[in-house]
């Protein structure tokens, strides 16, 4: 994560800086703006780290342990317990949700489960078929309802 300057802004100033980044990013109209956006503010490692909490927070909302996930993701189970420390905020509960109601999200998230299980399990998976990744799925999903 990028590093952060010692030198600090006095608070009211801090403050506006945030009113006006809040702003703009309750203004951004569209994807192609708001990828724009955080592909020019952000860095590739920031872009990730984000990228990485947020499949952190589906994850735990669709009921994964923290081994699979830190597994998945290649995170620490740290960063996973930091993130399932906040799940219950407004904040990731409004994510989780937004996500949730996009119209592909039960294609997006079938998929998403196919990768996630083809990338674990030091490469065992990896040449799976279809099929086979598909049972694993199923398997998955039962054991976690």
């Known amino acids: 994560m990028a590093q952060i300057s ?3 802004l006095g608070r009211k100033l801090e403050l506006k800086v945030y009113d006006s ?3 703009v990013i309750a203004n951004i109209k569209n994807r192609e703006e708001v990828s724009d956006f ?3 503010c952000l860095t ?5 780290y984000l990228a990485k909490r947020m499949a952190i927070a589906v994850l735990l909302s669709k009921g994964y342990d923290y081994r699979s996930i830190s597994n998945m993701l290649k995170v620490s189970t740290g960063t996973v317990g930091r993130v399932a420390s906040k ?3 407004k904040g990731w509960k409004l994510f989780v949700r937004k996500l949730e109601g996009l ?3 039960d294609k997006f998230w079938h998929d998403m489960e196919k990768l996630l299980m083809r990338s674990t399990g ?3 998976r990896m040449f799976l078929s279809e099929e086979e990744i598909e049972g694993i799925v199923r398997k998955h999903k039962r054991l976690s309802s």
């Not at 590739?44 to 990730?48: H, K, N, Q």
């Open 44 to 48: 590739r490692t920031e872009r990730v």
């Open 103 to 105: 119209e592909d999200w």
């Open 6 to 8: 010692k030198r600090q």
């Open 122 to 124: 030091a490469g065992r």
């Open 87 to 89: 799940i219950e905020e």
């Open 38 to 40: 955080f592909s020019d």
């Open 21 to 23: 980044f809040w702003r």
